[in-house]
């Protein structure tokens, strides 16, 4: 049973399954394995809040931050995985925690506008767009969508917006994703909290530090999201208890474990485990950049999406109109493309199509700057975690959830059981 307070401390992240050994507060040590945003954070919250025992991180590769990078250049500034967070206090509790508050700030309020761009035809995503698909269907089935282990096409009939959403967030058609994973609240998956949740969240609004933000804003890093990753390495770095083993990629926790002579239950886990390659999309990811005048045509706004699949890119973000920090030199604007792989891998039809999508005129700068593998949550994903077995701990983006506020208070609610 979850209490009024934890509630208002998690929020609707209480609807997730916490994927926690039960004997894992008795360890005299913990080994956390990725040094991802999720085995961080975690390692973090335990290392500050019991220094009594050694923390141990093991990542596979050389740097840490998992999938979070930022790509600069020359005064161009681009993240290749998540660029901002959504508003959540276990997130602002975290950036403040880490003297990081100097740094972080509200997104643009007016490049909130988002787009949808379908048979070559761009319009805005509103309230409008429901009302058309038929609220009376999307109402039904959102309450069809309570008996758990839909797909958000089945639990939300309204195409083409769900196959957008759910391609903004996790790189995948609609019918391939488990509606629970992506949207518990709306599907009530998970405890229901004791007050009605407009309660929770005005509750909830009081408890940011810093600064408490507008409904439906973002907030992010000057520098980009490496600068949280920075912060935390060098926190940890700075502390006692805790040890860095890099280019160390155990396979499985029981090695883990038994290496290092401890109960598997001191294992926690926040990498892939026993998913194959068939359980991954992946995304080309480019920085592209223009003068003012290349693009003046190109409203101020978040990005617009593209689930059209005769298209090579499926979203594109306006990453100098979004974050409060700049992202391009004066008298130019910034462009994040993704491209999912299975539309394209030619750099040419990429860049060939952004002169219908943004303009006519060659960007200033046009660099791939990566490549990301996003896990796959087919439909009856979440529910499928809870028979999972609980002999070591399980955090971060391959498990319960996929966005960094999950990721940031799931640890937070890993350290509650020290
Ligand atoms: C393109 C893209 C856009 C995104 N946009 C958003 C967004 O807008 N908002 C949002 O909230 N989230 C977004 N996300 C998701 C967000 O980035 C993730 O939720 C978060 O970064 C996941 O962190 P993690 O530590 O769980 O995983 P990872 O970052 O994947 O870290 C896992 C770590 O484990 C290491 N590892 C792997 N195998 C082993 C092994 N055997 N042994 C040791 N180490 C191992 C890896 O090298 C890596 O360092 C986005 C992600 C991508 C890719």
């Keep these: ?121 761009r319009r805005k995503l509103s309230p409008l767009l429901i009302f058309k698909g038929g609220p009376l269907k999307v109402w039904r089935a959102l309450k069809g969508a309570r008996q758990g282990t839909l797909s958000v096409a089945e639990a939300m009939p309204l195409a083409p917006v769900n196959d957008a959403m759910t391609l903004g967030i996790v790189n995948d058609r ?43 804003s973002t907030a992010s890093f000057e520098g980009g999201m490496q600068t949280l990753i920075d912060g935390l390495v060098h926190r940890l770095e700075s502390l006692d208890n805790v040890s860095f083993t890099m280019n160390a990629p155990p396979d499985t926790p029981k090695e883990v474990a038994e290496a290092r002579n401890m109960p598997l239950s001191s294992v926690i886990w926040c990498a892939p485990l026993r998913r194959t390659a068939r359980e991954f999309t992946e995304l080309n990811v480019y920085a592209v950049g223009y003068t003012e005048a290349q693009v003046s045509s190109v409203k101020v706004g978040y990005g617009t999406l593209i689930p059209d699949e005769t298209c090579p890119v499926s979203g594109i973000l306006h990453e100098s109109d979004v974050h409060g920090s700049p992202r391009a030199p004066a008298g130019h604007r910034l462009f994040r493309v993704m491209a999912p792989s299975v539309r394209s891998s030619s750099h040419e039809e990429v860049e060939a199509s952004l002169r219908h999508l943004l303009s006519e005129s060659t960007p200033v700068v046009f660099e791939h700057i990566g490549v990301r593998r996003i896990p796959s949550y087919p439909p009856g994903y979440m529910a499928s975690l809870m028979s999972e077995d609980q002999s070591f701990t399980r955090a971060g983006w391959f498990f319960s959830g996929v966005s960094v506020t999950h990721v940031v208070a799931e640890a937070e609610r890993i350290a509650d059981r020290f």
Excluded at 4 to 29: Q, T
Excluded at 63 to 73: H, K, Y
Excluded at 198 to 210: A, E
Aim: hydrophobic letters at 40%; charged letters at 25%.
């Design 174 to 216: 609609s019918a391939h994703v488990d509606a629970d994973f992506l949207m518990p609240s709306l599907t009530r998956f998970g405890t229901e909290p004791p007050v009605k949740w407009k309660r929770v969240k005005d509750m909830m609004n009081g408890t940011y530090p810093l600064f408490t933000p507008k409904p439906g």
């Design 1 to 121: 049973m979850t209490s009024l307070k934890d509630w208002i401390r998690y929020g609707d992240e209480l609807r997730r399954p916490l994927c926690v050994a039960s004997d894992l507060d008795n360890s005299s040590a913990v080994c956390v394995v990725g040094a991802g945003l999720s085995g961080l954070t975690v390692a973090y919250r335990i290392a500050t809040k019991r220094p009594d025992i050694h923390v141990e991180i093991v990542e596979k590769s050389e740097r840490c931050g998992g999938v979070i990078e930022t790509w600069t250049q020359d005064g161009w500034i681009c993240d290749v995985a998540v660029n901002a967070t959504r508003a959540h206090p276990a997130f602002w509790r975290l950036v403040n925690d880490l003297d990081l508050g100097q740094l972080f700030s509200a997104s643009n309020p007016k490049a909130k506008a988002r787009w949808i761009s379908t048979k070559g035809r």
